[in-house]
């Protein structure tokens, strides 16, 4: 198993999140998946580039900064500084945020743009739609609530626009190709089959991609009564921010192709077919893979910054946080919703997840070795000799085991996996405790020897765990890990077993999760 590789690149991206409201638990779930895996990836020592950032063009910004009195830019300012305190709070390790109002990104766009007309990819024809006077909005016939403008509930009526299109179904066999010959692009694998079947079988129709009836967006450079509209804005984020038209020597020649665009799944058609299209015409390779992950789902609906769900007190990040740890909100995202798929979230969850795993299983298990370390053998690590004890020979092959498919499940982004097995090795020392009961050796004045394996094997499996618990909570495991002079966490070595001196003192630590009551949680939480 190769745990380490040094100098390998690793360019791993989340969406660029709306501003239009406040971001939510839903959307911390996407960063929080990308900065565990970039995490993982550095420990690995790979050469990491992990992109975030915030998508700020269209009407709906528009609209939102209006309705408080502010311009676009005040208003835009605001979200994105609570979005970067947000990532703070969650110990998010991102390298770059990029904002679609940067100039870099502005330019690069406009370039895009006029490469692909250049090239016949993008063409003058006109767009039809339902269209709001009042409201100035082209609606498709799914939005409207009883055959009227979702937003003002009036009559809307066809209405044509002069529209640029992207010759978007010239691509529709090279896709299909790119399928067939890689079907690893695209996972969880049950999305390809949504893709090729629903979209590209039918056959692709070419994409709007700009609007003279949107302000608030890229001018069309060359002919600037036209903004470029959404996707071909947003997607390019990911070249832009390497330095696409701006400095391609640097970041772009480095990190592009991207490993990985982690993405939620009702934005996978836009990443895994129009983004693909959009580089092909541009002759830049694709990126490796694309993952689509499931919804956080609250009260069994989607968690969205439209609803009033997404706005809540009771499960906002910015109280949750502060109360019980980012470590704690980073483990029940990452460990609750199996990956892939939709999970739901209460704070119910939270609180007896935080109890069971997190206080009673590792918390616990770090308390009492180092207490017994303390007791035993004045918190000084001793050296192991002839441990011949069938547990502690079960221990080491579980902490193999499971180190060896946490391994396995990353290189596939399955982060809920690799926690439950990062929580085995964890269970299994402490059922070690239960099988050798050291308290019990400690009496017999015969067995130091056999009473010193057994804590050193404790203290290792400890190291190990919180070598790998680092990524996911990093808070946490840092603590157990400095306090084992450990400062510079990688994985270079996590397959050596015994790896701290002998001799080497080990301190007793606060605890790291205290126990909390559900009840009166639960009541606090309420609104
Ligand atoms: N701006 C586009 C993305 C452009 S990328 C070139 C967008 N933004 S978004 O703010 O609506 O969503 C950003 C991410 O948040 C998506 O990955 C989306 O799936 C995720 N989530 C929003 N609500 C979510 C849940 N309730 N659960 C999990 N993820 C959710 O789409």
Request: glycine share 6%.
């Amino acid at each position: 198993m190769d745990y380490f590789k040094k100098g390998e690149k690793f360019y791993i991206t989340t969406p660029i999140y709306y501003p239009s409201n406040k971001l939510h638990l839903g959307n911390c779930y996407t960063t929080v998946i990308c900065d565990a895996v970039a995490r993982f990836n550095r420990n690995q020592g790979k050469d990491v580039f992990f992109l975030t950032g915030t998508d700020e063009h269209g009407q709906k910004v528009s609209e939102a900064a209006a309705k408080l009195g502010k311009t676009e830019m005040s208003y835009l300012n605001e979200i994105v500084e609570d979005t970067k305190t947000l990532w703070q709070l969650l110990n998010i390790s991102y390298d770059k945020f990029i904002r679609t109002t940067d100039d870099y990104h502005v330019f690069g766009v406009q370039n895009i743009f006029k490469t692909l007309y250049q090239k016949g990819f993008i063409y003058k024809g006109e767009y039809k739609g339902l269209y709001c006077t009042p409201c100035e909005s082209f609606w498709t016939e799914s939005q409207l609530v009883d055959g009227k403008c979702p937003d003002c509930g009036r009559e809307v009526k066809v209405q044509t626009e002069e529209a640029y299109f992207f010759k978007l179904s010239a691509f529709t066999d090279k896709l299909l190709q790119l399928y067939k010959t890689n079907p690893q692009f695209l996972q969880p694998e049950s999305r390809v089959n949504e893709m090729v079947n629903n979209f590209l079988k039918p056959g692709l129709d070419d994409l709007c991609v700009s609007r003279t009836s949107v302000k608030w967006g890229v001018p069309v450079d060359f002919d600037p009564k036209h903004t470029v509209y959404v996707w071909i804005d947003a997607l390019p984020n990911y070249i832009t921010a390497l330095g696409y038209f701006c400095n391609e020597q640097s970041e772009l020649k480095r990190f592009w192709p991207a490993n990985v665009h982690i993405i939620g799944k009702e934005i996978v058609r836009f990443h895994a077919i129009i983004w693909p299209a959009i580089l092909m015409a541009l002759d830049l390779p694709l990126p490796q893979r694309v993952f689509g992950h499931g919804w956080l789902l609250f009260g069994g609906d989607k968690l969205s910054k439209s609803k009033d769900s997404g706005a809540k007190d009771c499960i906002d990040p910015r109280v949750l946080v502060p109360r019980y740890s980012a470590d704690a909100i980073r483990y029940i995202l990452l460990r609750e919703i199996p990956f892939g798929s939709d999970g739901n979230y209460t704070n119910e969850i939270l609180l007896n997840r935080f109890n069971s795993d997190l206080v009673n299983n590792f918390g616990n298990l770090v308390s009492r070795t180092l207490s017994m370390l303390k007791k035993y053998f004045g918190s000084v690590i001793p050296e192991v000799k002839e441990d011949n004890l069938p547990s502690s020979e079960q221990l080491k092959v579980v902490v193999k085991e499971e180190t060896d498919k946490v391994f396995k499940y990353m290189s596939d982004f399955d982060v809920s996996n690799s926690l439950k097995c990062i929580f085995n090795i964890f269970s299994q020392a402490n059922k070690y405790i239960e099988q050798t009961e050291p308290w019990a050796i400690a009496k017999d004045e015969g067995k130091q020897q056999t009473l010193a394996n057994v804590m050193r094997n404790l203290v290792e499996t400890i190291r190990i765990g919180a070598t790998l618990l680092q990524p996911f909570l990093p808070d946490c495991s840092q603590k157990v890990l400095e306090c084992m002079s450990i400062e510079h966490v990688n994985f270079s070595q996590i397959d050596k077993f015994y790896l701290l001196e002998n001799g080497q003192s080990l301190p007793p630590l606060p605890i790291l999760f205290p126990r909390l009551d559900i009840q009166t949680e639960l009541e606090a939480l309420k609104n």
